[in-house]
């Protein structure tokens, strides 16, 4: 199984990045899927999950309004639309895969991860 995050980078502030994660060697329509992101010296936290079909999705409280989960099962990807971009959301952002296929905010539930990708917005 591979998860492979891309789409991560430098962004100003307000700025916008699309974040990709395309998933191989599972059956990716079985698998809720998640993002999470870890900032320098901090927990991995919860950032938002969407259910197999994509009929259902959970945000971090904060987030929500920010940022926009997506998937195409067609194409095995899952997607994190960031907007309004802050110096605070720098960090490595995570796609997993959770077989129960709830939508959970607990990293434990998720049974694969990925490689992550940076995310560093400049003030």
């Known amino acids: 199984v591979q998860l492979q995050a891309s789409g991560g980078g430098l962004v100003q502030a307000g700025g916008s990045l699309r974040l990709s994660c395309a998933a191989s060697?599972?059956?990716?329509?079985?698998?809720?899927m998640g993002w999470f992101r870890q900032a320098p010296g901090k927990e991995r936290e919860f950032v938002t999950a969407?259910?197999?079909?994509?009929?259902?999705?959970k945000y971090a409280a904060p987030l929500k309004g920010r940022f926009t989960i997506s998937r195409d099962n067609a194409k095995n990807t899952v997607y994190l639309q960031m907007n309004s971009l802050r110096p605070e959301d720098t960090a490595v952002y995570y796609c997993?895969?959770?077989?129960?296929?709830?939508?959970?905010?607990?990293?434990?539930?998720?049974?694969?991860w990925g490689q992550g990708t940076q995310v560093t917005v400049s003030s």
């Open positions: 997993a895969a959770d077989f129960g296929g709830l939508i959970s905010s607990w990293p434990d539930e998720y049974d694969y």
């Open positions: 060697g599972l059956t990716f329509s079985r698998y809720g």
């Open positions: 969407i259910t197999r079909s994509g009929g259902s999705t």
